[in-house]
């Protein structure tokens, strides 16, 4: 069994994003939405620029967990809202996103993590939470 204690913090993790990034997650999800390579689409439906996939910064935000738990398979349970898209600027550079999580609660052999990801000041998810099997 892990030992784990209520308000212990993960280590945050930082993860750039690029639109590369989102070219190579279109083609492995399969979801060539044009907002995530063309800022000419992402401005006709009212978007500053080219977005990455919600369901990609779902996945890399879960790396918090994984990471740090060592077997993505003690994963038992993943929510998340979507608060806001990430940017992904044209300048060679791309975004940023940090990834913080802390354990909100442990009850029969089960840790409850909650997550935050952050750009800038920017929440990208709310009330992202994980499970994970501690034995």
């Given at each position: 069994m892990i030992d784990v204690q209520i308000g212990q913090e993960l280590p945050s993790l930082e993860i750039e994003v690029t639109r590369t990034t989102a070219v190579m997650y279109a083609g492995a999800s399969g979801d060539f939405n044009p907002?995530?390579?063309?800022?000419?689409?992402?401005?006709?439906?009212?978007?500053?620029?080219?977005?990455?996939h919600g369901m990609w910064t779902m996945g890399a935000a879960l790396r918090v967990v994984t990471d740090w738990i060592g077997d993505p398979t003690r994963v038992v349970n993943y929510f998340v809202r979507f608060t806001k898209p990430l940017p992904l600027p044209d300048d060679g550079v791309g975004a940023k996103m940090l990834v913080t999580a802390k354990v909100?609660?442990?009850?029969?052999?089960?840790?409850?993590?909650?997550?935050e990801a952050k750009n800038g000041e920017e929440k990208l998810l709310g009330a992202a939470k994980a499970q994970v099997r501690l034995d």
């Open positions: 907002i995530h390579h063309s800022d000419h689409a992402a401005q006709a439906v009212g978007m500053p620029q080219v977005i990455i909100s609660a442990v009850d029969e052999g089960l840790a409850t993590i909650a997550i």
